[in-house]
């Protein structure tokens, strides 16, 4: 073929030199898998799968060594680097120098000749080089052979792939490092190989190199017959190759089937405080540290975490996402509520930081005790952000609330809508126009937000309230927690908005019209109070209003009046009294 022109008389005399010999099955560079599935398929090609780069350099040289345990090899790939970093391993290094181990460069054009026009003229040349003499190939990076490939190539490619393994009789290895192709771990390629079993019948795939490796099978042979979906938890074996770790999950959607400790809990002592019926079982540690420690070699237990109070939450949010990243994800991991309610938008940090469920505060110990339970045969699924700030930043609000000008109103609304609009959190942006007989600061000084992120402003006719993380069901009590006096005693009409684009279009009218409406901050200076108790007037006898603060006047706007307080509720007033 004229573009592997050195193929004959480059491999001929060693092909053709090699004693032949009864060849036994290969492995495919993971050591003790279960099931009979640790093996590549015998004269059949198989397509492994690596999901990134520290993926690849770890499994191209174990599936070479594997297979050169059983005959001679030859090794293609498209780049001189990929050889250099396999020789890199003394085995392998020896191994070429001895002639069983030889490299051919195939280089992305050539591949996608081969897409093109089949793999008769390889077939010719290897056999003609003596490929048929008990070795194998292996191609240590078949992307370009599948980019922008149509259904019918595949299914073509797939075909004459299965037929030059079979006239060879030995395996065909073809890696596919998917951090070099278009689209990366989910894009075409992946795709492609992961649901076509037409193109390649056996499919295998390595991620999570070094933290946590895990090799899923889409489809594969077992000692029972075939395999699909099959994910199995692997761990280093302290000479550089990989080995089966003791988690074993089966499934689209992952279950647990084995794991060594996958009845084990370990729980802080805050999180089961004053609760009757902790099983014995239960490994019980006083702090976080001690349980992050605890469950330093977890594999399939699970973990119970107290959420503590709110100045305990960023300690949570560590663990929670150093256990994710550093367990595997069989390990089950539970936040259980014991002093304070967790905010909407931190439950869903800790969902999205690695948390298998939050459980509130109300949930009796025995509903846990079966929570735990049903939860063991679960395996995360969730992607998680490696980097633990960044992965948080969506979830969190500007450190501050209260009232602030209508400027700086828009500017921390808008900026904690478009960080958190990547992560479904809900906000609610509401309008309360006041009653004509109550002024702006007497509202104002109703409203005491102490949640980070509540915020409160003023138009010409009433406030703006924005409430971050707050669910529509939510919205009543949030307000009534909100304000000191009830809603009805200081507004007309409520509206209320969740959508970003409604809540986008009421930043903007406001946005418009903030320059010409007053600052109120300075007349909000906290000052001192002095409790006051008001008798309830007797049976006809008319009360008499209680004092009234002085007249405050902000820059040329309307006087503002302070607020009056009725010793009767608005319902039960009579017309002159309201109207006084």
């Not at 006047?553 to 039960?572: D, I, K, N």
Request: hydrophobic share 45%; charged share 20%.
């Amino acid at each position: 073929m004229s573009h592997i022109p050195s193929v004959r008389g480059m491999l001929r005399s060693w092909w053709r030199g090699t004693p032949r010999r009864a060849a036994s099955v290969a492995g495919f560079g993971v050591d003790g898998l279960p099931h009979g599935v640790g093996r590549l398929p015998d004269a059949a090609p198989a397509a492994l799968l690596a999901q990134d780069d520290a993926s690849h350099r770890a499994w191209a040289p174990a599936v070479v060594a594997d297979l050169l345990a059983t005959g001679p090899v030859l090794a293609l790939a498209d780049d001189a680097a990929d050889f250099e970093a396999l020789l890199c391993v003394p085995a392998l290094r020896e191994a070429h120098g001895a002639g069983r181990l030889r490299t051919w460069l195939l280089p992305a054009e050539a591949q996608q000749r081969l897409r093109r026009d089949g793999l008769a003229g390889l077939l010719r040349d290897c056999r003609q080089a003596g490929l048929h003499g008990g070795a194998s190939l292996c191609v240590l990076d078949a992307n370009a052979m599948l980019e922008e490939a149509t259904v019918a190539e595949l299914q073509r490619l797939g075909t004459q792939w299965r037929r030059f393994a079979r006239v060879v009789g030995r395996p065909a290895a073809l890696l596919f490092p998917l951090g070099r192709a278009q689209g990366g771990a989910e894009g075409g390629i992946a795709g492609m190989v992961r649901s076509m079993s037409g193109a390649f019948t056996h499919a295998a795939e390595l991620g999570g190199i070094p933290e946590l490796p895990v090799l899923t099978l889409h489809r594969w042979d077992g000692e029972r017959g075939a395999v699909f979906h099959a994910r199995y938890g692997l761990e280093p074996d302290g000479q550089g190759a990989l080995r089966y770790g003791g988690s074993f999950s089966q499934g689209e959607v992952p279950v647990m089937v084995e794991a060594p400790d996958q009845f084990a809990v370990y729980a802080t002592q805050a999180s089961v405080a004053r609760q009757r019926g902790v099983p014995a079982s239960w490994r019980i540690v006083p702090t976080l540290d001690a349980l992050e420690e605890a469950a330093r070699h977890a594999v399939g237990a699970t973990v119970v975490v107290d959420a503590g109070g709110p100045q305990q939450f960023e300690a949570v949010a560590l663990l929670v996402h150093r256990l994710r990243f550093s367990r595997p994800t069989s390990l089950k991991i539970i936040v259980r509520e014991t002093e304070a309610k967790v905010r909407a938008n931190s439950e869903q940090a800790l969902l999205r930081l690695g948390a298998t469920a939050v459980v509130y505060r109300e949930v009796g110990f025995s509903r846990l005790l079966q929570l735990i339970d049903d939860c063991r045969h679960q395996v995360h699924t969730r992607t998680v952000e490696r980097d633990y700030e960044q992965a948080l930043a969506a979830f969190m609000p500007v450190a501050e609330c209260g009232y602030r000008p209508p400027v700086r109103f828009v500017q921390l609304v808008r900026d904690m809508l478009e960080r958190s609009s990547a992560v479904g959190l809900e906000h609610r942006l509401v309008h309360l126009q006041l009653l004509p007989n109550v002024a702006h600061l007497d509202a104002l000084r109703a409203c005491l937000p102490q949640r980070d992120g509540d915020f409160v402003t003023a138009d010409a006719h009433g406030l703006y309230v924005f409430l971050f993380a707050c669910r529509e069901p939510d919205l009543e009590a949030a307000l009534m927690h909100l304000f000191k006096l009830p809603l009805g005693q200081l507004f007309a009409v409520q509206s209320s908005d969740g959508t970003v684009v409604g809540m986008g279009a009421q930043l903007d009218s406001l946005a418009a019209r903030a320059q010409g409406l007053p600052d109120y901050g300075p007349l909000l200076e906290p000052v001192p109070r002095v409790a006051r108790t008001v008798p309830a007037p007797a049976h006809g006898v008319e009360a008499e209003p209680a004092p009234q603060l002085p007249v405050a006047a902000v820059g040329g706007a309307t006087p503002v009046q302070a607020l009056t307080f009725w010793p009767r509720p608005v319902g039960r007033r009579a017309a002159s009294e309201v109207t006084a």
